[in-house]
């Protein structure tokens, strides 16, 4: 009997070694490990940096300039193709420093409102306007809401983009609500004293070229009657009238 006890004494003891790393074994594999930990904070911190970029992004984009390209063509002259006035006119829209103004006029891109419009005034040396629908959509002239005045320059580089000198854009009247715009051909800096007339936004030399070469009526000839008549009173009493055919917005930020 003491032999047999003997025997089964390290028997018992190994059973108890076995148990002991069984479950040491257990325990180390139930600890998650480190990599698991870190992983998970690495792209939650990853995130929130793309996050604040997009936002840093969309802000700047809210506050700077805007590119509006226009399509300009003569669609009833019958003169040599090379000799009628065309091309697309670069507008950059400077919304940081008129942001009213501007956001008026793009809404009016968006909203197609200056696709086939005429140059129903085209005076040389002074301005070439445009903003009537031909004809009149709905039978009414369009209406748009009047937007407050942006404050005036107060930098001399802001003061020589913000003042009527040629290659300069505003509303008619300095007034949103009639959706015309005209362009300055030449200098008409005295507009600058009227409440609203300070320009928010500027056309390029090239797009200047093409306006110049726009065909210049005698004011009072029934330019407007005719516009909101349509295409053929237009062809047939002011055939060399140019056209916008399309806006749209090129780039912002």
């Known amino acids: 009997m003491i032999g047999q006890q003997r025997k089964q004494r390290p028997s018992r003891w190994i059973g108890w070694a076995v148990s002991l790393i069984v479950f040491a074994f257990i325990v180390i594999c139930a600890k998650p490990p480190p990599d698991e930990i870190i992983i998970p904070t690495s792209a939650s911190s990853s995130s929130s940096k793309l996050s604040s970029s997009a936002s840093a992004e969309s802000s700047i984009a809210a506050k700077g300039n805007v590119l509006v390209k226009c399509d300009l063509l003569t669609p009833f002259d019958d003169r040599n193709e090379n000799e009628s006035s065309k091309g697309t006119l670069q507008i ?11 956001n008026a006029f793009l809404d009016m891109i968006k909203s197609h409102h200056f ?16 903003g009537i629908a031909s004809p009149p959509r709905d039978g009414d002239k369009t209406k748009f809401p009047k937007v407050d005045l942006d404050p005036p320059p107060t930098t001399n580089a802001d003061k020589s983009i913000r003042s009527n000198v040629r290659g300069t854009l505003n509303f ?15 200098n008409a800096s005295r507009l600058d004293k009227d409440p609203g007339s300070l320009p928010f936004a500027t056309l390029d030399e090239r797009s200047m070229a093409i306006v110049d070469s726009v065909f210049n009526y005698k004011e009072g000839l029934g330019q407007v009657k005719a516009v909101h008549k349509g295409d053929d009173e237009v062809k047939k009493l002011f055939p060399r009238m140019s056209r916008i055919e399309k806006c749209w917005i090129a780039a912002a930020g």
């Open 92 to 102: 950059t829209v400077h919304r940081n420093l008129a942001p009213l103004a501007s």
């Open 115 to 130: 696709d086939r419009n005429y140059l129903f005034r085209v005076v040389k040396g002074f301005i070439v306007q445009w």
């Open 172 to 186: 008619a009247g300095g007034n949103s609500g009639t959706g015309q715009v005209y362009i300055n051909r030449g």
